[in-house]
C-alpha cells in the first residue's frame, strides 16, 4: 500500500559525507513522521533521526552536530545529510513513515535499507 524507496548510501572515507534520500508513495490518505534508523552487524536497530510534517526533528546525541534530517512534503520525500562521517556510522539505514491510510488508521511503513560503509 505504501512504498518507501530509499537512495544514496555507499562507501565512504572517514570524514566525509553522504546524502541519503527517501521517497514514499502510496495511495493514503496523508503522511506524518518521517524518519531514519540504522541497524550495524550484530546490533539492534537505533533511532538516527525523525521530523514532523512540521519541521520538528529530534535525533541521536551520537549524530547531533553531523547529521541534518529535511523533508520536502510536496514530494512525501525526507533526507539524511551526513556529514564528518566515522566508522561507527557504518550500519544499514532504514527509513520509516508514519500515515493514515483511507481507513483513517495509523500505519507504519519501512523501507528495505540502504548500506553505509565509512572506512579507509
Known amino acids: 500500500q505504501v512504498q518507501l524507496v530509499e537512495f544514496g548510501g555507499g562507501l565512504v572515507q572517514p570524514g566525509g559525507s553522504l546524502r541519503l534520500s527517501c521517497a514514499a508513495s502510496?495511495?493514503?490518505?496523508?503522511?506524518?513522521?518521517m524518519g531514519w534508523y540504522r541497524q550495524a552487524p550484530g546490533k539492534q536497530r537505533e533511532l538516527v533521526a525523525t521530523i514532523t510534517t512540521g519541521n520538528v526533528t529530534n535525533s541521536a546525541d551520537s549524530v547531533k552536530g553531523r547529521f541534518t534530517i529535511s523533508r520536502d512534503n510536496a514530494k512525501n520525500t525526507v533526507y539524511l545529510q551526513m556529514n564528518s562521517l566515522q566508522t561507527d556510522d557504518t550500519a544499514v539505514y532504514y527509513c520509516?513513515?508514519?500515515?493514515?491510510?483511507?481507513?483513517?488508521?495509523?500505519?507504519?511503513?519501512w523501507g528495505l535499507g540502504t548500506q553505509v560503509t565509512v572506512s579507509s
Open positions: 502510496g495511495n493514503i490518505f496523508s503522511f506524518g513522521a
Open positions: 520509516r513513515a508514519e500515515y493514515i491510510d483511507l481507513r483513517y488508521w495509523s500505519q507504519i511503513a
